[in-house]
Structure formats: C-alpha cells, structure tokens
C-alpha cells in the first residue's frame, strides 16, 4: 500500500511560481507512471503531466512551457514546478501513481491563481 500526500499549493499571483511536491510513504520506484492531474468544480479531472520510472515525460497542451514534472526515487517524491501561471490554471492538483493494475490517489492540494 503507498500513501501519497500533496504540498506546496496556495494563492499566487498571475504570472508566479509555485512548486508542488508529492510524498510517498513507501518506495515510488514500483509506481509507473507518476503524475499530476487537476480538476475544478463541476468539470472532470484532467491529467496535467506524467513522468515514467526512467524519466520520460508528457505534458497537457495547455502546460507545455511553462510546467516542469520530476521525481527523486530516493526522496520517494515527485514535483511539478508551475511557471508563468495563469488564472486558468486554478484547481484542486491530485498526485497519482499507479503500480501495475492499481492506481493511488492524494487528497489534492488547492493552487489559486489570481488576475
């Protein structure tokens, strides 16, 4: 069983950084994909960035540029680094890992932009 916890979200203006980390409470290496999706009220959760076991990622169209997605195995933690946010990028981010047939969830992590 692994137990992922989200941090580093908040209120940031447009334009701002901001860092989100995904803790792991056992060994990340098992868990690929890792990846970060996003979701606002009344709308579905959509994927944002994934990162393989070797490093491989990919990007939602609408984050290329301007996210970055890493993990440290060691740390059994993964990140995503949010540049040039913008308003749109408002919404409830959920970590995500999944071993095989089983997928595990964080409780997300509310990140606010404002204008």
């Known amino acids: 069983q692994v137990q992922l916890a989200e941090s580093g979200g908040g209120l940031v203006q447009a334009g701002g950084s901001l860092r989100l980390s995904c803790a792991a409470s056992?060994?990340?290496?098992?868990?690929?994909?890792m990846g970060w999706y996003r979701q606002v009220p009344g709308k579905q959760r959509e994927l944002v960035a994934t990162i393989s076991s070797i490093g491989s990622t990919n990007y939602a169209n609408s984050v290329k540029g301007r996210f970055i997605i890493s993990r440290d195995n060691a740390k059994n933690t993964v990140y995503l680094q949010m540049n040039s946010l913008k308003p749109e990028d408002t919404a409830v981010y959920y970590c995500?890992?999944?071993?095989?047939?089983?997928?595990?969830w964080g409780q997300g992590t509310q990140v606010t932009v404002s204008s």
């Open positions: 056992g060994s990340i290496f098992r868990l690929n994909p």
């Open positions: 995500n890992g999944r071993a095989g047939s089983i997928v595990y």
